[in-house]
């Protein structure tokens, strides 16, 4: 049972609870997207030009366009790899950037050159 106190609810003994904000959470790995994608090629994009972010907690649940482009897009740039890697690959006018934080969560996301 949860009991009001002065400083805020207190959960009973082993219960976290978390409040995550997806939306900005998204913007964050935009920013870190755009990022990698000017170290990458030097070319800078506005944030109006991403088309596509998925946000893909587990190995499995990645979308296979962006395990392909995993496959494809050749080595894994990043300074420390067990905490912050990406992948880069340009396939026609899509810029194909998957982020992989700590070896378990990846951003994928997918920018169109205008």
Request: proline fraction near 7%; include cysteine; charged fraction near 20%.
């Amino acid at each position: 049972m949860l009991q009001e106190q002065p400083r805020g609810i207190h959960l009973p003994p082993g219960n976290v609870e978390i409040n995550v904000d997806i939306c900005r959470i998204q913007r964050i790995a935009c920013k870190i997207a755009r990022g990698a994608l000017y170290l990458s090629n030097e070319k800078y994009v506005p944030e109006s030009d991403i088309v596509d972010i998925r946000i893909c907690p587990g190995g499995f649940e990645v979308p296979e366009m962006y395990q392909i482009s995993w496959k494809c897009a050749g080595s894994i740039k990043g300074p420390y790899p067990k905490v912050f890697s990406y992948k880069y690959m340009q396939y026609e006018q899509y810029h194909i950037i998957s982020l992989l934080f700590w070896e378990a969560f990846m951003f994928c996301i997918t920018i169109q050159d205008e």
